[in-house]
């Protein structure tokens, strides 16, 4: 992110990313390299961190210099963030020592084309493990050879956050709260179109959406009017990141419509808060919800499907669904379960 000049913006602005590695810093000596548009470095609660200067996000130009203060501390472990660039890791274990071991971790990156499948190929010779949200989700990673063995890949998610339930003031029963993009993927269309119906049978039902790209805001709006969901419906926005904790805390439904994630922050930031989760069932929400024994899960596009699962709430342990929505962040979504993860599959305790 070259346009970052403030050391201290990305560290505060992305800590779902790095929150989790204050509490391995006791077991681990840890240095963290990024890059943004600055050259800066500083300590923080243990933790090295080095910023150096990039001009603009290239996928070809070497980080030579990166490579050569990363074999100076001759580390044990190196781990990435990101399985975009096979390329780069390739390159780096010629900076490493024999035994370090290389950890990476997936960002719903693209699965390789052309090419760059070969190069892939070869990066998992280097590659010691792999860490995805849920291994449904390297299927064809591993079909198609690009990772060698399943038992290389731990499930593990990609960030957390430090949103806490509140049990004061109570949760509105009839609040569902979206936090996502306006886009094809998360299709918020088809959320809209199962809510409509569910409406006519609650009418004190709430969604509130909070957005910051808006693709489809315009067809939204025009579904909203058409289907006189304006006393149902509210388009927020994009508001300052630390209020949305206190949406989190007020509703008690979180839903999305997502086709593809890797697992996004805003499902963790929800179950953290005890909103229960309806969201679709694709391979990371599968593992994020525990298959849906903590929430309610839907086919992808399918309103029908979504609008069964809502009819269904009337007949919903709420409290019961939402300690289990507190438990399964705590044991496995949580900065503390991440870092255990990482802890247990490294050291083996």
């Given amino acids: 992110m070259p346009n970052i000049v403030d050391e201290y913006y990305k560290i505060n602005k992305f800590s779902f990313a790095f929150d989790f ?4 810093q006791e077991k681990f000596n840890i240095t963290v390299f990024d890059f943004i548009g600055v050259n800066k470095s500083f300590n923080k609660q243990g933790i090295q961190f080095n910023y150096l200067k990039r001009k603009h996000n ?4 070497v980080p030579w210099s990166l490579f050569f203060k990363i074999k100076k501390l001759n580390p044990d472990y190196v781990y990435i963030q990101s399985l975009a660039y096979p390329h780069f890791i390739l390159l780096l274990s010629l900076f490493l020592k024999n035994n370090c071991k290389v950890i990476v971790q997936d960002h719903a990156d693209s699965y390789p084309s052309g090419l760059k499948k070969t190069v892939f190929k070869w990066a998992d010779k280097i590659i010691d ?3 995805f949200t849920s291994k449904k989700m390297t299927i064809k990673y591993v079909e198609e050879g690009l990772i060698s063995s399943e038992s290389k890949i731990i499930e593990c998610v990609e960030g957390s956050t430090q949103f806490k339930f509140n049990p004061n003031p109570k949760k509105d029963p009839d609040l569902f709260l979206w936090v996502g993009r306006l886009d094809s993927n998360k299709d918020p269309l088809t959320i809209l179109k199962a809510f409509k119906k569910y409406a006519v049978h ?3 039902a709430k969604l509130k959406m909070f957005y910051e790209n808006d693709q489809l805001l315009s067809k939204i709006k025009l579904f909203v009017d058409n289907s006189s969901l304006s006393q149902n419906v509210d388009l927020m926005g994009k508001i300052p990141h630390k209020e949305l904790e206190q949406w989190y805390q007020k509703s008690t439904f979180f839903i999305l419509g997502s086709h593809k994630e890797g ?3 805003s499902l963790v930031e929800a179950m953290a808060c ?3 989760p309806i969201v679709t069932n694709i391979a990371p929400f599968q593992a994020m919800t525990n298959n849906g024994d903590c929430g309610l899960l839907f086919s992808p596009g399918d309103y029908k499907e979504l609008s069964q699962q809502l009819n269904k709430i009337e007949s919903l342990d709420i409290e019961k669904l939402r ?3 507190l438990s399964q962040f705590e044991h496995h979504l949580s900065h503390q379960a991440i870092a255990s993860k990482i802890t247990k599959t490294i050291l083996g305790s």
């Fill in 21 to 24: 590695l204050f509490l391995l």
């Fill in 58 to 61: 290239n996928k070809v130009i």
């Fill in 129 to 131: 493990l792999y860490f």
């Fill in 202 to 204: 609650n009418p004190k």
């Fill in 263 to 265: 697992g996004p922050i």
């Fill in 274 to 276: 005890g909103c229960i």
């Fill in 323 to 325: 300690n289990k929505t």
